[in-house]
């Protein structure tokens, strides 16, 4: 089953990926569950801005929006965002693949 994709927030606003469990415990938890949290939270974000800039651009096309601008903006806040998505899943290829390749 496939699952939705969802968007990226706010690129520069990066937020911790690990909740420090303080002095000397565990973190409890599953294993990178809060990286998956948050990794879904930006795909959802993505997804928000994908819906808006295509509700925009919709809304211009039909003659209900006249602000070319926010129309112009939020596509290419969308492109951005799609970019960096993009970006994140290579390194993060990459960086799988140099740890599969690693001699133990």
């Known amino acids: 089953m496939a699952l939705p994709v969802g968007a990226v927030g706010n690129p520069f606003k990066v937020g ?59 596509v290419e806040k969308a492109s951005l965002e799609v970019q960096l998505a993009t970006q994140v899943r290579t390194k993060a290829t990459e960086a799988f693949q140099q740890i599969m390749q690693m001699q133990v």
């Open 16 to 74: 911790p990926l690990v909740e420090n469990a303080g002095a000397g415990g565990s973190g409890g938890g599953t294993p990178g569950g809060k990286f998956g949290e948050a990794l879904a939270k930006s795909i959802d974000s993505l997804d928000q801005v994908q819906a808006d800039a295509a509700q925009r651009t919709q809304a211009l096309a039909t003659g209900q929006a006249t602000d070319l601008s926010s129309v112009v903006m939020s």
